[in-house]
């Protein structure tokens, strides 16, 4: 296979995009010092908590008779009457707003939805797992979600993440809780091979860019915005082939974000700077997920060790 600055897996590119030449350029200019890690991730979640309280704050004002319900999975997702909103939306177009114009635009985002009438009570069976076991998909998370979810159905991964388990729908998914398991009846090792399949089916047409780091190495950057970059490190398929590309034995992994995975050939120059970069991404989200190290080759995945950290600068 001959690879290009801009290699693709498959031919299927739906719902994918590739990552500019923004990371390209911070491998040129990063400083070699890596940002702290500190609590970005707990605090990344009590920013998202805040603008649902701000929005929940204008339906119980403007909207008193809506009826609102929160998932307890994900703070960026509510329901208003028969809609469920993803609040990201919302949060984007009101980024660089504030007060009475910040607000007007909340309220002209929500109005359709506290205004519609709702519609007949027709209470829907419970999925099966035969009907759910096709939108079955796996998922890495901050090790955080189990703190705020605790019915969390999930595995560790590493020190800060998590394998859990979603509902794949249009637009969003839902992380499964062992109340689902207990009503499908399986257990989670059988949940977690059909969550895996589906992914890798789900994962032909994704596009790899292949840039050099230097004198020697190369980096790769994954970028696919159905929220499913992170788990991709879950999946030999991709794996694998991200690691031809680069063309060592063993390569170097990161997974900053639910939508970016960054690797890199072993031999590549400025780890220290890839490794600030990963930090970077992580630190400023959306969806921060880890500024983990992994060594990914074809034994499998494992976390890099003091040595390797030590070139990396940490």
Same mark, same amino acid.
């Given at each position: 296979?001959?690879?290009?600055?801009?290699?693709?897996?498959?031919?299927?590119?739906?719902? @994918?995009?590739?990552?500019?030449?923004?990371?390209? $350029?911070?491998?040129?200019? $990063?400083?070699?010092?890596?940002?702290?890690?500190?609590?970005?991730?707990?605090?990344?979640?009590?920013?998202?908590?805040?603008?649902?309280?701000?929005?929940?704050?204008i339906l119980?004002?403007?909207?008193?008779?809506?009826?609102?319900?929160?998932?307890?999975?994900?703070?960026?997702?509510?329901?208003?009457?028969?809609?469920?909103?993803?609040?990201?939306?919302?949060?984007?177009?009101?980024?660089?707003?504030?007060?009475?114009?910040? @607000?007007?635009?909340?309220?002209?985002?929500?109005?359709?939805? $506290?205004?519609?009438?709702?519609?007949?009570?027709?209470?829907?069976?419970?999925?099966?797992?035969?009907?759910?076991?096709?939108?079955?998909?796996?998922?890495?998370?901050?090790?955080e979600y189990?703190?705020?979810?605790?019915?969390?159905?999930? @595995?560790?991964?590493?020190?800060?993440?998590?394998?859990?388990?979603?509902?794949?729908?249009?637009?969003?998914?839902?992380?499964?809780? +062992?109340?689902?398991?207990?009503?499908?009846g399986?257990d989670?090792?059988?949940?977690?091979?059909?969550?895996?399949?589906?992914?890798?089916l789900?994962?032909?047409?994704?596009?790899?860019?292949?840039?050099?780091?230097?004198?020697?190495? +190369?980096?790769?950057?994954?970028?696919?915005?159905?929220?499913?970059?992170?788990?991709?490190?879950?999946?030999?398929?991709?794996?694998?082939?991200?690691?031809?590309?680069?063309?060592?034995?063993?390569?170097?992994?990161?997974?900053?974000?639910?939508?970016?995975?960054? $690797?890199?050939?072993?031999?590549?120059?400025?780890?220290?700077?890839?490794?600030g970069?990963?930090?970077?991404?992580?630190?400023?989200?959306?969806?921060?997920?880890?500024?983990?190290?992994?060594?990914?080759?074809?034994?499998?995945?494992?976390?890099?060790?003091?040595?390797?950290?030590?070139? +990396?600068?940490?």
């Amino acid at each position: 296979m001959g690879w290009k600055p801009a290699a693709q897996f498959g031919d299927n590119l739906t719902r @994918r995009f590739v990552l500019t030449g923004t990371l390209s $350029a911070l491998v040129a200019s $990063a400083p070699a010092k890596s940002l702290p890690y500190d609590n970005f991730p707990s605090q990344q979640r009590a920013d998202l908590l805040a603008f649902r309280e701000e929005v929940l704050s204008i339906l119980r004002l403007d909207f008193p008779a809506a009826t609102v319900t929160l998932d307890d999975d994900d703070p960026e997702q509510i329901v208003i009457g028969r809609f469920t909103t993803f609040l990201g939306n919302i949060r984007q177009k009101t980024a660089d707003l504030t007060g009475q114009e910040r @607000r007007a635009v909340i309220v002209d985002y929500l109005h359709p939805l $506290a205004t519609a009438k709702p519609r007949p009570a027709t209470p829907a069976p419970a999925e099966t797992f035969a009907e759910a076991s096709a939108r079955l998909r796996i998922q890495l998370v901050p090790i955080e979600y189990r703190e705020q979810v605790p019915s969390l159905t999930c @595995r560790r991964f590493s020190n800060r993440l998590l394998v859990a388990y979603a509902l794949d729908e249009d637009k969003r998914y839902q992380l499964l809780t +062992h109340s689902i398991f207990e009503r499908w009846g399986v257990d989670q090792a059988t949940v977690e091979g059909i969550a895996r399949r589906n992914l890798e089916l789900a994962s032909g047409g994704i596009q790899v860019r292949i840039s050099p780091t230097g004198r020697s190495g +190369h980096f790769a950057t994954l970028a696919v915005e159905n929220g499913y970059a992170a788990a991709s490190l879950l999946l030999p398929m991709v794996m694998d082939q991200i690691q031809e590309g680069l063309g060592t034995e063993s390569i170097v992994a990161a997974v900053p974000t639910r939508d970016v995975l960054i $690797a890199w050939s072993s031999n590549s120059e400025g780890k220290d700077r890839l490794a600030g970069i990963v930090t970077k991404y992580m630190r400023k989200g959306p969806y921060s997920r880890s500024d983990e190290l992994f060594s990914y080759s074809k034994a499998g995945i494992r976390p890099l060790n003091s040595v390797e950290l030590a070139e +990396h600068g940490r």
